[in-house]
């Protein structure tokens, strides 16, 4: 299967990732790139955008990028930094580059970014590659 056909096998069952509203901007061997758009019904009671929401867009796009290569990959540690605030209407394109592909680990870094390019969270991820392909 083509990273392609992964990623429509997973997203096409995926209602949370579709929920939210995640789009795909491009999927290739070891890395993706989905972006979406802030709603008001995201945002906490401070009017930014609840931290779940970024780290899901992070989330989503390390699965898509970890699982690009053929082998079914799950998370198994992840972390993020919130560096900027980001509001209802912001536009949101997370970017997932692979760092470290082994047998059974592999490491990913996501930086989501705003419409204007900047940078509001830095998300690392970890994940286990099961010897299950996906077909």
């Not at 949370?16 to 789009?23: A, H, T, V």
């Not at 930014?48 to 082998?71: E, K, P, Q, Y």
């Amino acid at each position: 299967m083509t990273p392609l056909d992964i990623f429509h096998k997973m997203f096409d069952n995926d209602p949370f990732s579709r929920w939210m509203g995640m789009e795909l901007v491009s999927v290739e061997t070891g890395a993706c790139s989905l972006k979406m758009t802030v709603r008001p019904d995201m945002l906490n009671g401070f009017g930014v955008a609840h931290g779940g929401i970024t780290f899901s867009l992070a989330d989503s796009t390390f699965a898509f990028a970890c699982n690009s290569h053929g082998r079914q990959s799950v998370s198994i540690h992840c972390s993020i930094e919130h560096i900027a605030p980001v509001v209802a209407g912001d536009i949101l394109t997370a970017t997932a580059r692979e760092d470290h592909l082994g047998n059974s680990i592999s490491n990913y870094t996501i930086t989501v970014c705003k419409q204007d390019g900047s940078p509001v969270a830095f998300f690392r991820g970890v994940a286990y590659r099961k010897q299950r392909v996906w077909e």
